[in-house]
């Protein structure tokens, strides 16, 4: 079993960055790919980013965040990584990291509890 600890969030004024963390603990992660999803108020959960995690050298990202937001991983560490700058008050959600095993449904993968993140204009 894979257990997924987001850290980083926070509030941060427009503009700003704040990177986020999540490392994952109860057996070394060697499934396909890792990602980010978002939440904000009123809405549903929305995908992020992602990175391939055998490889790290294959990303993807949603729209909204392209040019602004980096995905990245240290495999020694079980860690994965997003940067965000250029922060927008549109950004404020809660932050989710996803494990997904073998590339087909992240729901069926591993979720962590979240962290909040506050953009304020």
């Known amino acids: 079993q894979v257990q997924l600890v987001e850290s980083g969030g926070g509030s941060v004024q427009a503009g700003g960055s704040l990177r986020l963390s999540c490392r994952a603990s109860?057996?070394?992660?060697?499934?396909?790919?890792m990602g980010w999803f978002r939440r904000a108020p009123g809405k549903e959960r929305e995908y992020v980013a992602s990175i391939n995690w055998r490889s790290g050298n294959t990303y993807y990202y949603a729209d909204s965040v392209k040019g602004r937001f980096t995905i990245s991983r240290d495999n020694a560490k079980n860690t994965v990584y997003l940067q965000m700058n250029s922060l927008k008050p549109e950004d404020t959600a809660v932050y989710y990291c996803a494990a997904d095993d073998d590339g087909t449904n992240w729901y069926d993968g591993y979720w962590g509890q979240g962290t909040q993140v506050t953009v304020v204009s």
């Open positions: 109860g057996r070394t992660f060697s499934g396909y790919r």
